[in-house]
């Protein structure tokens, strides 16, 4: 069997998986402004685990079955309000400094954003699902470098309709780094653009934002422009989280540094 590996950029192109065969497929989701970023911000600050939704209406009624879990999530950027619940704040927007451990250890969160969480629902018949930062890049590259997914799908949420900077800079660090295992095999023009483009802009993700609309949207916003910071930090935490059958995300598998400094999967 040859390995295969394709990123899609856009929404148009994830809402299409349903009609896919997704067999020995293994899916990551990119929202790396802020969606994927703030679900592993959680998980690292010892939330128990996320579920994503679709719709503030999924998660009101998740919320009213099981009063105990947290709402996170946006619309527009901002966090979900009483105008649009019919009564009640949410307990966080989209902002990963938020998730913080004091607010989040052992809990619940349910997470409805615009992008990102419809993504990670997009695919749900993959397995495994990943979420992918450029927090846990190393983990999450060492995994699939130990896993070797026959097939390989990197799902950009992107903004709005239409493919975001920042998600495909993320896939090509991804491609870059898987590059030696699935070159040889079917490789979709996709990943080789998205690996190309990478190298151009690495040393200045900061910078890339600046061009991204997403990144310009944050930076314009005084409470927000911190995020686009926290979310183009790299390797600062050592683990893999998944979308699990249950649908929840929770931690996979950590990584621990290894005598000689390296990090071995443990
Ligand atoms: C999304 O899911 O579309 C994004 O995470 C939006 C945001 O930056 O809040």
Redesign the pocket.
Known sequence: MTRSIEVLFSPVEFSALSQRNLGRTACVVL?I???TTSMITALANGAEAIIPVGEIAEALAIKQQRPEVLLAG?RN?LRIRGDLTGGNDFDFG?SPREFLPEKVRGKTIVMT?????RALRACTRAEPVLIGSFLNLRATVNWLRRELPLHLILIC?GTHNQAALEDTLAAGALCERLWPYYASGQVADSAEIARRIYPLLQTDLLGAMKHSR?GQR?LGHPELRGDVYFCVQRETVNFVAGLQKDGTVRKLACEAPSPSGDATTV
């Open positions: 929202d402004l802020r969606a946006e950027g989209n954003t615009t992008n990102g969480t949420s997403n944050l």
